[in-house]
């Protein structure tokens, strides 16, 4: 029967995935608050160990030959620090999802009518996440916030765990993006999730410590991010920015490794 049932998947096309999608997102919007966070909750957790297990595999695979790559620190971890980081993962998870209910009640729709209005939704919400992102981060390196922010900078040498363990108080603000940008600005919810997923992996690639070797192709692209934020985790107060590095440059705060 299992073997039935995975072939039967395997004929999917994408037209029946998408609806298929579609159908989760409208049973979710529907349900009850409390399937919905369970929902939610699973979801996040799945998508966390799933990403950060093959991305801390990728890195190690790549490193065992140098002249493919190297981690950027390469010192050992800290005592314990791989069990913290799943920790706090978790509870990020937690958070994200009862988050994600705020977010539940201000959608627009499930996916947008048009091309030309999903491009827009995209642009508008890369452009807030930008500015949010950075603004937020220099605010956690502020006297009010920093105990809670050093949560995170205990992870000198950062891997794909490292990303998401961060304080309740961070992690509230990390998920808080999408239903404040969804207060001014009318977004899918397909966008959104597709969002969070690419963040995620954006995310733990930031935190990989993996340093691809010049001749490799891409390799000047890859090292451009994974280099910027490893310099934030070992000096601190440099290098605040998410994908671009336009606020860094515009308030001085880049620092080129």
Known sequence: MLA???YQVSMLNISDIADNVIVLFEFWIQTSI???FLMSVVSNLAIYFIMAIIIEAIAIKVTKNSDFGQF???RPFKKGQKTQEMKYGFIACIIFSLVSLIARELFEGVL???LFKMCIEILAFTL???TYSYFVHRLLHTKLLRKAHSV????IRVSPWSAFSV?????FFISMSAPLFMLIF???LSIIFAFHILGVLFTMILHSNLKLDERRLFSGFFNRYTNHHSAHHVIGNVNFGFVHQFWDNLLKTNYKS
Not at 167 to 171: D, K, R, S
């Open 167 to 171: 304080h309740p108080i961070e992690a």
């Open 4 to 6: 039935r049932y995975l």
């Open 34 to 36: 409390y399937i919905a």
């Open 186 to 188: 009318d977004i899918h």
């Open 72 to 74: 950027i620190d390469d």
């Open 152 to 155: 995170h900078h205990q992870s």
């Open 128 to 130: 807030f996440y930008e």
């Open 112 to 114: 947008p009518e048009s």
